[in-house]
C-alpha cells in the first residue's frame, strides 16, 4: 500500500491527503521493521543459549553421576558418610 501512496502521492496530495503523510509512513514502516529484526535476533539469541545451557547441563549431569560413583566406591563401607552423602543438600545464604 505504501508502494502505491508513494506511486500516487501528488495525486492524493490534490484530494487532500497530507503531503507528509507518505514520509512519515515510510518512516514508521522503516522503525517497524527493525523492531521486527530486534526482535528476530533476540529470539535466535535466546534460542541459542537455552541450547548452551542443555549442554553445559548435560556436562554437568555426567559429571556429577561419575563422582556419584566415585564417593559411592570410595566410601561404600562407612555407612555414616553414606548416609550423608545420599541426604538432599540444604543451602542457607
Avoid: C
Avoid at 492524493?12 to 529484526?37: H, I, P
Avoid at 535466535?44 to 543459549?49: E, L, N, P, S
Wanted: hydrophobic share 45%; no cysteine.
Amino acid at each position: 500500500m505504501l508502494e502505491k501512496a508513494t506511486a500516487q502521492k501528488d495525486l492524493l496530495v490534490s484530494r487532500g491527503m497530507s503531503a507528509q503523510l507518505v514520509d512519515d509512513l515510510t518512516a514508521a514502516l522503516a522503525k517497524f521493521e527493525q523492531t521486527l529484526e530486534a526482535t528476530r535476533a533476540g529470539r535466535r539469541d535466546h534460542v541459542g543459549t537455552s541450547a548452551d545451557l542443555d549442554t553445559v547441563l548435560s556436562e554437568i549431569t555426567e559429571q556429577v553421576r561419575l563422582l556419584d560413583g566415585l564417593v559411592r566406591y570410595r566410601f561404600s563401607d562407612n555407612a555414616e558418610l553414606m548416609g550423608a552423602w545420599a541426604a538432599p543438600a540444604t543451602f542457607s545464604g
